[in-house]
């Protein structure tokens, strides 16, 4: 099945400082690629998606990136906020179609 | 739309006793998730519904785990009898579609078993 790796597993940044979260995956079928944040005592959100056929996309201060050879995507924030603090998740739909495999998670702390 | 409902929030039981975890998705949503989070192995999926219909219960760890919906605005997730390595937060998603739809996650039900 899938495995997804996503590193790191804490981040530390100042506030108005870029973040970066990357991701790989097993599955070279996987066609799509969501990343989730996680706050205290709530479910995941979905934030941002990306599919197979595009190289990246841009959301205000979010954007991912996917290189399919390599098989790693990555999560960019830009002028963090301490309201960015937070669990974020990456995850792939492997073969199966209908079943997302998450990464392990990152905690990001944007300091004030 | 009031999003994936779960009830209760919190659950605290003794060892040995029945929990039930019910989950109401997103009308119009044919897919439905069970989730577990824990600090060591993350967000496993446990098992899977589409139209109300069982697809994938591959994740369900023992049989003492079992997993319902009879209808399409109703689930549950059953735990019989539950044991203390059972504390986890679970969580219900739903989404509409296939591949590539988003999955709207409820805020999870905290299960703490002594």
């Known amino acids: 099945g899938e495995n997804v790796e996503q590193h790191p597993s804490t981040l530390s940044v100042q506030e108005g400082d870029s973040a970066v979260i990357k991701c790989t995956y097993s599955?070279?079928?996987?066609?799509?690629f969501p990343w989730y944040k996680q706050e205290l005592g709530k479910g995941p959100q979905l934030i941002i998606d990306?599919?197979?056929?595009?190289g990246e996309k841009k959301d205000q201060r979010i954007a991912v990136t996917l290189n399919k050879t390599a098989k790693h995507f990555s999560l960019h924030i830009t002028e963090t906020q301490p309201e960015d603090s937070a669990v974020y998740f990456c995850?792939?739909?492997?073969?199966?179609?209908?079943?997302?495999?998450f990464g392990g998670g990152t905690r990001l702390m944007v300091k004030p | 739309d009031a999003g994936v409902i779960q009830s209760p929030r919190h659950e605290v039981t003794e060892m040995g006793q029945e929990v039930t975890l019910r989950c109401k998705p997103i009308?119009?949503?044919?897919?439905l998730f069970w989730y577990r989070q824990t600090m060591m192995r993350g967000l496993e999926l446990l098992i899977y519904?589409?139209?109300?219909?069982?697809?994938?219960d591959s994740g369900m760890p023992e049989d003492r785990f079992s997993a319902k919906m009879p209808n399409a605005s109703f689930s549950t997730l059953k735990i019989q009898p539950s044991e203390p390595r059972d504390s986890a937060v679970y969580f219900c998603?739903?989404?509409?579609?296939?591949?590539?739809?988003?999955?709207?996650f409820g805020n999870g039900t905290r299960l703490t078993v002594t």
């Open positions: 998603a739903s989404s509409k579609g296939r591949t590539g739809s988003p999955l709207h």
């Open positions: 599955d070279s079928a996987s066609n799509y």
């Open positions: 990306i599919r197979s056929n595009v």
């Open positions: 995850a792939a739909v492997g073969m199966a179609g209908n079943m997302l495999t």
């Open positions: 009308s119009g949503h044919d897919y």
């Open positions: 519904f589409n139209n109300n219909v069982p697809i994938d």
